[in-house]
């Protein structure tokens, strides 16, 4: 060590440590160097700081430092910079708390062993005294994200659930991250800090820059507060503090937004909480929740299949089935007809599974099942008993029905040409009664055309129900092009900017491969219509939307103009001339070719599935 040391002004490096060749030598002055750290005053303690930073980044799997003392020396180092302000101002020292705590996160978010070496090692009130804001909102953001590795783990929850404090701060900032980022730093340029500005780009950027990465620092840790309040979620002690209604009709407006799409968020946590009976009630009874799961679970969105589960098991719960069937049975019909939706194999018959148990397990009197919502279920269950019967007629029947349908198809046509939108529309839903189940793609037409009447006719939850019906019909799900533009009209006729964006982005994408003349983009520009409603909604979308109007930072009367355009969609009509009956006769089917009749009950994951579900890998950081 000495040798290697000896052309170093500084004895003890860090850097120097980590040369030595000898293990043994290596091992003691590292555990030294942590050891001694804390209480040192030096000038240039950041430098070694930032490159544990960026080892633990690198081989945050790499336990050469967890039994040298980095845990202790990490916690020390954010005490020191609560307790000694003056140390914290000198040199780079400001820099310090975010990397120590930035480390600890990175050295526990994969091994269960190392998290329970922090926690022997006292990481935790450190870390909850950064996550009550000693500092600012950027060591919050890795202060939580370390506390959520922690409470991941089975062994070392306990510690963390410990801190009384933690579950309610988590709540608190998951609903003012988004406000205290604006205010703090996005909002006024000239006041940011310029240690979060270099933390931001690595001093790589300018304001510009600065201001994208705080909207994806925002992003995650509102994202990160609510990974970690769903691990208190599994546990139905914890339900009583979560589920608080002014709490819990934000999480379906909490998403990642387009810069940390990979977080489930909001109706991550609203999953997790159906999941259990106690949680259910709340849910059902805060208004406009399960409104707010449905426009989910007909969107395009990643994390779809989550608000799928939330509405089935709802109605699942006698207790609270009479709450929630209004709005989720028509949402469910939508989407009856979906195969398959990531694990979710035959999530189709399940739904429809579900709403036959609705009919049978509701009774007369208070709270029994409307005619109408018992009408819709009926129809849908009609369908299923249809498509068994033409599994067994011949295959010059359904062709015979397919034409039938392709000529009033055709009428409908005709009717839309000449501006009896109306009227077309009732020719596409006598198609619709004509044509074979199994004729998927003439199915997504006459549904995706009925979507386009829907919309001339001003009526935009009719549009959507079209719309989604196609797109479930479409394979691969939620690509066919014209739905998907269609439904972003009608998303953008209810004010659902969110919704609308994401369908929109996806038009944007399949017309970028698509074979199709009257989609594809022409030298590969966007066309206008789309990208015009693509800014509206951005705008209308943007993360830091609601804490701009609320300060004054921008005006509430959003630019709404003609998002539409006369090329936007007029008369369109695929003809799917081409018959999908296949020459075996069976063609593509909704389910498989067993005539069984399954009525399985709907099988709730576990609690390890849905935790698994739900902590997909957040997108790490690289600061």
Request: hydrophobic share 40%; aromatic share 8%.
């Amino acid at each position: 060590m000495d040798k290697i040391s000896q052309d170093c002004p500084y004895p003890g490096c860090f850097f120097c440590v980590m040369k030595e060749g000898n293990p043994s030598k290596r091992r003691t002055s590292i555990l030294k160097f942590f050891r001694e750290l804390p209480s040192q005053d030096d000038d240039g303690q950041v430098l070694p700081i930032s490159g544990l930073w960026n080892t633990a980044m690198a081989h945050p799997n790499d336990p050469e430092f967890i039994n040298l003392g980095i845990f202790e020396c990490m916690a020390a180092l954010i005490l020191k910079g609560l307790k000694n302000r003056r140390w914290l101002s000198r040199d780079q020292n400001i820099y310090i708390p975010y990397y120590a705590a930035h480390i600890i996160g990175s050295y526990t978010m994969n091994m269960e062993e190392f998290a329970e070496s922090a926690v022997d090692a006292g990481v935790i009130p450190p870390l909850v005294e950064l996550l009550r804001g000693r500092l600012t909102w950027v060591e919050q953001r890795v202060a939580v994200r370390a506390l959520g590795h922690l409470a991941t783990y089975a062994s070392t929850f306990p510690a963390v659930a410990s801190h009384g404090e933690i579950l309610e701060l988590a709540i608190q900032l998951a609903t003012s991250s988004l406000e205290i980022v604006y205010t703090h730093f996005y909002q006024y340029p000239e006041r940011r800090l310029s240690y979060h500005c270099d933390l931001l780009t690595r001093g790589m950027g300018g304001v510009e820059m600065e201001s994208r990465k705080a909207e994806e620092w925002a992003s995650q840790l509102q994202c990160w507060s609510l990974q970690l309040i769903n691990c208190f979620a599994f546990k139905p002690e914890f339900l009583s503090v979560i589920c608080k209604p002014e709490f819990l009709v934000k999480l379906p407006g909490m998403w990642g937004g387009l810069v940390n799409e990979n977080s489930p968020a909001g109706v991550g946590l609203l999953r997790t909480i159906c999941h259990h009976k106690l949680g259910r009630g709340p849910v059902a009874n805060c208004p406009g929740i399960v409104e707010a799961l449905c426009n989910i679970a007909r969107s395009s969105d990643d994390w779809q299949y989550m608000a799928i589960d939330c509405l089935l098991w709802l109605l699942q719960d006698l207790s609270v089935c009479h709450k929630a069937i209004e709005k989720a049975v028509p949402t469910l019909i939508d989407l009856s007809e979906i195969s398959t939706l990531g694990d979710h194999k035959r999530l189709g018959d399940t739904i429809v599974s579900v709403l036959q148990e609705c009919v049978e397990s509701q009774g007369t009197g208070h709270g029994s099942i409307s005619n109408r919502i018992k009408e819709q279920i009926d129809e849908v269950i009609n369908s299923r008993q249809r498509l068994k019967k033409e599994k067994n007629m011949p295959k010059e029947d359904l062709h015979i029905k397919q034409a039938a349908a392709l000529v009033v198809k055709l009428e409908g046509n005709s009717l839309f040409s000449s501006g009896n939108i109306s009227g077309a529309a009732l020719k596409y839903s006598e198609a619709l009664s004509l044509c074979p189940m199994r004729s998927r793609k003439e199915r997504i037409v006459l549904f995706s055309n009925r979507a386009q009447c829907d919309l001339l006719m001003q009526q935009p939850l009719a549009a959507i129900s079209d719309a989604t019906r196609a797109l479930c019909l479409h394979n691969p799900l939620n690509r066919h092009a014209k739905s998907l533009w269609r439904r972003a009209q009608a998303y953008d006729m209810l004010g659902l900017a969110k919704e609308s964006l994401l369908d929109a982005i996806l038009f944007i994408n399949e017309c970028s491969q698509s074979n199709d003349p009257d989609l594809s983009l022409r030298q590969n520009r966007v066309p206008d219509y789309a990208e015009k409603l693509v800014k509206k909604q951005m705008r209308a979308a943007w993360l830091f939307r609601a804490a701009a109007v609320k300060h004054g930072g921008l005006n509430c009367e959003a630019e709404a103009g003609d998002v539409y355009g006369q090329d936007g969609d007029d008369s369109e009509w695929e003809t799917a001339s081409e018959s999908d009956i296949g020459n075996d006769g069976q063609g593509e089917l909704v389910d498989d070719d067993s005539d069984d009749e399954r009525k399985d009950k709907y099988e709730k994951p576990s609690l390890k599935d849905i935790k698994h579900g739900y902590s997909v890998q957040l997108a790490e950081d690289e600061a």
